[in-house]
């Protein structure tokens, strides 16, 4: 599991998280989460299983007195007592414990995948947390470009290259922007209490998301991995391994049983007689045998396994077909947001130059705030969409990096 934690924060040396850095907050959450308590506790269950199977069945005592005392030639007999163990056929009690061992690192898969699922989880969160914070700060850039073109209006207004309606406009447009960022917060508010919650942790504590992500020029090297070897896959052969164990015990419990055991007799003495055997107590010791002659349940249970095995063969190629789409999906995405990010730097650079323009018009006395208003909306929608192309980016890779094995 840290082999893939490293792995999957491999795209993260491109820059340096200086607030809370993703790895140690994914630790946190497979300390802290409750779902992966839980799935550590069903695998210690499945583990321990193993010594519940490596025992005999009970050993049988019984006692009885005769209510009418049998007379023999050596004396009446008084009670009986009984003591008989049955043994499983050579092999059975390895083959119990080689299936519950089977179903414990089936269980185990179980643990792998949930501590993968929640590592993607708390990584989607945190992008997300880092793209709204992204476009909080965007929006303060531009409430305060905003506020600094109503200060050249006004004064363009004193001198009458301007009127108050174009004031007015870049007051609306501010309001508008302070309303976002409003929107923003709930977002974040919301956003950072399911955080908190896969950290099992005070859904108010603060996460300082880093906000200096940017796309890389070139995607992360990573060894090319099997597919086969992801644990949603390989859970899938401990089931049908497990299977296999199972029709191993199945056919060793369809041998006999083997019993052992001891029968003791107290006889009392016949008075008024002597010879060598008066009185002499039997102990009879004794072998049993138990065959299973209707060995239909055993048949049915074979033809189950069997059929069970090619379910699980069903499952692993179905889920295989569902993991390589997901994965071919994940990185055309990612390709895709790395285009629209390009592109967006791009339009960005434009942008900034026009507005570079419009105040070199302003100091000739020719500006027009439409063109203001214009420009910095677009800015603004080129900002977005650069934020909301790294956000996609880091998302993808992060599903990119759960299906990598």
Known sequence: MKKYVQLFLGIMSIASVNAQELESLIEQAELNNPEIQAYELRYNIASEKINEVNTLPNTEISAGFFASEPETRTGAQKARFSAKQMIPWFGTITARENYANSMADAQYEDLVIAKRKLTLAVSQSYYRLYAIRAKQKVLDENIELLETYERLALTSVEVGNASAVDVLRLQIRQNELEQSKEVLNEEYEAEQTLFNN???????????????????????????????????????????????????????????????????????????????????????????LSIPILNNKYKSISKQNELRQQEITAQKADRTNKLETLLSEAINQRDAFRIRFNVQQRNIGKANDAEEILIKSYETGTIDFNDVLDVQELQLKFQINRIESIKGYYVQSAIINYLRS
């Open 198 to 288: 896969l950290l099992n942790r005070d859904e108010n504590t603060q996460v300082d998301a880093y906000d200096g992500f940017t796309v890389p020029e070139v995607d992360p090297v990573f060894v090319e991995d099997d597919l086969q070897l992801h644990p949603e896959l390989v859970k899938y052969d401990k089931l049908y391994e497990s299977v296999e164990k199972s029709e191993l015990l199945n056919q060793k419990e369809a041998l006999p049983n083997l019993g052992f055991g001891l029968d003791y007799i107290p006889v009392a003495e016949r008075p008024a007689m002597d010879f060598s055997d008066n009185g002499k107590d039997i102990i009879m010791p004794m072998v049993s």
